[in-house]
């Protein structure tokens, strides 16, 4: 079992900046890949940045140039998002892939909003 918590979230203007961040626990190892969805009110949840375990990192095409993903190890994942936009509004979560499932976390919300 792997247990992921986010942290990070919070309300932002349009045009600033935060920083998500993941803490993953528990059995950490085998791990293929580490990721990012959101899901915004009365939308289908998406993903926003994986990065595989060679370090192969892609993004959804709506946060390329913005959103940058990065992790330490297996341990600790990050979501940099720059340039906030409304649309950017959502509840973020974190995924570890493994053993050819997928965990998730509960969860951050981001607000964008003036």
């Known amino acids: 079992q792997v247990q992921l918590v986010e942290s990070g979230g919070g309300l932002v203007q349009p045009g600033g900046s935060l920083r998500l961040s993941c803490a993953a626990s528990?059995?950490?190892?085998?791990?293929?890949?580490m990721g990012w969805y959101r899901q915004a009110p009365g939308k289908e949840r998406e993903l926003v940045a994986h990065v595989t375990e060679g370090g192969t990192t892609n993004y959804a095409n709506s946060v390329k140039g913005r959103f940058t993903i990065s992790r330490e190890n297996f341990k600790t994942l990050y979501l940099q998002m720059n340039n906030l936009k409304p649309e950017d509004t959502a509840v973020y979560y974190c995924t570890v892939n493994q053993f050819g499932g997928i965990y998730w976390g509960k969860g951050t919300l981001v607000t964008v909003s003036s």
């Open positions: 528990g059995s950490i190892f085998s791990i293929n890949g």
